[in-house]
């Protein structure tokens, strides 16, 4: 679950940051997310 938590809090950082990207890393992270399933 600790690497979960990184990377849910990476993403907040990314969406404040730059929220263009938005869906594509959306979609990027449902890709990763499938591939781990």
Avoid: A
Wanted: proline share 3%; net charge positive; glycine share 0%.
């Amino acid at each position: 679950m600790k690497d979960r938590k990184i990377t849910v809090n990476w993403l907040f950082l990314i969406i404040r940051t730059c929220p263009k990207t938005l869906k594509n890393l959306h979609d990027s992270y449902l890709e990763i997310f499938n591939k781990t399933q």
